[in-house]
């Protein structure tokens, strides 16, 4: 079946810092993979996407290409903001199926200090 | 962007009641919608499938008469936590593909279940 491993958390940087969070994935076919965001006490928001092998997701700074032949889909971001502290999920969906279930990799929490 | 909005926000209610979750798409049909379950500090777990005008197809594991779904119509969807116990506090989201658009699911806000 399909999964999604992330690097696990916490994540804690300073202002302006460089961040990555690794994500791999395992499906049948050809998924799309997303980035998706959780402010406290919120619920979740889509931060980027792609739907095919080297496409580049990019919004609020942050990208993520989608590299088939690593089955990776790592989240980056040059310069962080205190603002960007968060729990940030990788997903996927599957190509095949009707009901587009997405799989979710278990969340990494990101802390950005001033 | 699609809106998906949840009522109540934060609930508490008493061990052995009944809590009702709406969730609802403002501004756009959703014949399916996502129920999942969020524990403190963990990932998003579905719960069950809602399709208008038929039954929920329930995730393993979850007792489909204690979380009982119904999705009325193309805007709402309904979960109701039966006979509620404490271990069944926890973060509710729904979420739903936006009408036309399978690459983009839209989360409600979330609510908050307390059982005291």
């Known amino acids: 079946g399909n999964s999604v491993t992330q690097m696990e958390g916490p994540v804690t940087l300073s202002e302006e810092a460089f961040l990555t969070i690794n994500c791999t994935y395992t499906?049948?076919?050809?998924?799309?993979l997303f980035w998706y965001v959780q402010y406290p006490g919120e619920g979740l928001q889509l931060l980027l996407k792609?739907?095919?092998?080297?496409d580049k997701g990019s919004n609020k700074g942050f990208e993520a290409t989608y590299r088939k032949e690593t089955t990776s889909f790592h989240l980056e971001k040059g310069s962080v903001q205190v603002s960007d502290s968060a729990v940030y999920f990788c997903?996927?969906?599957?190509?095949?199926?009707?009901?587009?279930?997405?799989?979710f990799g278990k969340g990494t929490l990101l802390t950005v200090n001033p | 962007g699609a809106v998906v909005s949840q009522h109540p926000s934060r609930v508490i209610c008493k061990s052995g009641t009944s809590v009702k979750i709406e969730c609802r798409s403002l501004?756009?049909?959703?014949?399916?919608m996502f129920w999942y379950r969020q524990f403190p500090k963990q990932s998003l777990m579905l719960m069950a499938t809602?399709?208008?005008?038929?039954?929920?197809?329930?995730e393993q594991g979850v007792e489909k008469d204690k979380f009982l779904i119904n999705h009325a119509s193309l805007t709402l969807s309904t979960l109701t936590v039966t006979s509620a116990h404490p271990e069944d506090s926890s973060f509710y989201i729904c979420?739903?593909?936006?009408?036309?658009?399978?690459?983009?699911?839209?989360f409600g806000p979330g609510t908050r279940l307390t059982v005291t």
């Open positions: 499906a049948t076919g050809y998924p799309s």
């Open positions: 501004d756009f049909q959703a014949t399916t």
């Open positions: 809602s399709n208008e005008g038929s039954k929920a197809t329930y």
């Open positions: 979420s739903a593909w936006g009408s036309g658009d399978s690459y983009e699911q839209y």
């Open positions: 792609a739907t095919k092998a080297d």
């Open positions: 997903a996927l969906k599957d190509s095949g199926g009707s009901n587009y279930k997405l799989t």
